[in-house]
């Protein structure tokens, strides 16, 4: 009862502040913020739940953090940081890294560097929304291409070949994808790269999910294939550590030392103490021991997603994901995605992303990557929403 007095108490609240806001709302964050710390099954998240700090730090680092000074860190990330992060890319050095508040202020920077109103910005769908809603915002003219399910989640070319312009400023792609899971063929990205060449434009790939591959290599990186290329990532979601806040953008060096003036006009610095923990995180041996933990997680719990989805296949269908610890699911109901997800949270107390987040209905987005227990408790409380409807 609890529970459902709360959801009725938000509901009129967060329909007052979308509709004050200047900008289109973020529908995605808006509802994992409003609900992700009420329910009780949280199958929203799109990474793996999160490892401690007596999991990331040994005992010795761990009685040294009283004595930490909590001053100001280095604003565009510590020296030893970026050293860190540039090894990661191939050809890079710590003057091709901005250290940044997770990797949503990378992508906030990177588009506030470069858009300027009219520019055209050609965009990958589905997609994390939070590019095209700032783009869109400062003005640009924004064109979408479209992964498509019945090519297993991968873009037609022959569509984005058209998009292209000489007026094309920026192609943003998120690879590994979110919400679909789905990893770009190294012919597309050398097509992507031949097209931005061509005309002249940016790459901004969002690489967040590199990492958390299921099976196989890592996924290929853009980096290194074209001087006018940005990478964003951070260490929320292959690393399992998102509540560090850290992100980056790797890039070249003038658009670096650019990007780092409008990173002190935001949030000026990262958290002293996530600066060091991220250090920690990315040690070699630390860094294999978090994405090998990860991608053990996926691995053991899709499993336990393909058998809920076999045992309900009148209802859902789902393209196998390749990394990232979300699904993206179609289903077959006569409802609403945002619909089933109010439900879901004011019925069963289960949060999942309703398919509207990204602009597609008749899906829903299920993170995989929750808790075993939680994992399995949710989707079975799904499932008997799914039989109350059908009913």
């Known amino acids: 009862?609890?529970?459902?007095?709360?959801?009725?108490?938000?509901?009129?609240?967060?329909?007052?502040?979308?509709?004050?806001?200047?900008?289109?709302?973020?529908?995605?964050?808006?509802?994992?913020?409003?609900?992700?710390?009420?329910?009780?099954?949280?199958?929203?998240?799109?990474?793996?739940?999160a490892v401690s700090i007596k999991d990331l730090l040994d005992q010795e680092e761990i009685r040294a953090l009283p004595e930490f000074s909590l001053g100001y860190s280095q604003t565009n990330g510590t020296e030893e940081l970026r050293h860190m992060i540039s090894l990661l890319y191939g050809g890079a050095d710590q003057e091709n890294i901005l250290v940044t508040n997770g990797t949503a202020e990378a992508n906030f920077v990177s588009i506030w560097s470069l858009i300027e109103p009219g520019d055209e910005l050609v965009y990958m769908l589905p997609n994390y929304m939070q590019i095209y809603g700032i783009a869109k915002a400062f003005g640009a003219a924004l064109k979408t291409f479209s992964?498509?399910?019945?090519?297993?989640?991968?873009?037609?070319?022959?569509?984005?070949?058209?998009?292209?312009?000489?007026?094309?400023?920026?192609?943003?792609?998120?690879?590994?994808?979110?919400?679909?899971?789905?990893?770009l063929s190294e012919k597309t990205i050398e097509e992507i790269v031949r097209l931005a060449g061509k005309v002249g434009s940016w790459i901004l790939a969002d690489e967040i999910y590199q990492g958390a591959e299921l099976e196989g290599p890592r996924t290929q990186t853009f980096w290194g294939r074209y001087e006018k290329v940005l990478v964003t990532a951070g260490l929320s979601k292959a690393y399992g550590i998102p509540g560090l806040r850290i992100g980056w953008i790797a890039g070249p060096k003038d658009f670096i030392e650019s990007a780092w003036a409008y990173h002190d006009y935001s949030t000026i610095t990262?958290?002293?103490?996530?600066?060091?923990?991220?250090?920690?995180?990315?040690?070699?041996?630390?860094?294999?021991?978090?994405?090998?933990?990860?991608?053990?997680?996926?691995?053991?719990?899709?499993?336990?997603?393909?058998?809920?989805?076999?045992?309900?296949?009148?209802?859902?269908?789902?393209?196998?994901?390749?990394?990232?610890?979300?699904?993206?699911l179609r289903y077959d109901l006569p409802v609403n995605s945002t619909e089933l997800a109010l439900r879901l949270i004011r019925e069963k107390s289960v949060l999942i992303v309703p398919g509207d987040c990204f602009g597609m209905d008749s899906f829903i987005r299920i993170g995989y990557g929750a808790e075993k227990s939680c994992l399995l408790a949710g989707l079975e409380r799904i499932k008997e929403t799914v039989h109350d409807i059908l009913r």
Not at 40 to 45: G, T
Request: charge should be positive; proline fraction near 6%; include cysteine.
């Open 147 to 183: 992964l498509r399910e019945e090519l297993a989640w991968s873009p037609d070319l022959d569509e984005l070949k058209r998009l292209v312009t000489p007026r094309t400023k920026i192609i943003a792609v998120c690879n590994p994808n979110n919400p679909t899971g789905s990893v």
């Open 270 to 328: 990262v958290g002293t103490v996530s600066d060091y923990m991220a250090r920690k995180a990315l040690e070699p041996k630390r860094r294999d021991w978090l994405l090998d933990r990860n991608k053990g997680v996926l691995r053991e719990q899709l499993k336990l997603l393909n058998t809920w989805i076999a045992e309900n296949s009148r209802v859902f269908k789902m393209v196998l994901p390749k990394a990232g610890a979300m699904a993206y």
């Open 1 to 49: 009862m609890r529970f459902k007095e709360n959801v009725a108490n938000l509901l009129p609240e967060l329909k007052r502040s979308i509709s004050a806001m200047k900008i289109s709302p973020f529908l995605l964050e808006r509802i994992q913020s409003t609900w992700e710390h009420i329910v009780k099954y949280n199958l929203s998240e799109s990474g793996v739940h």
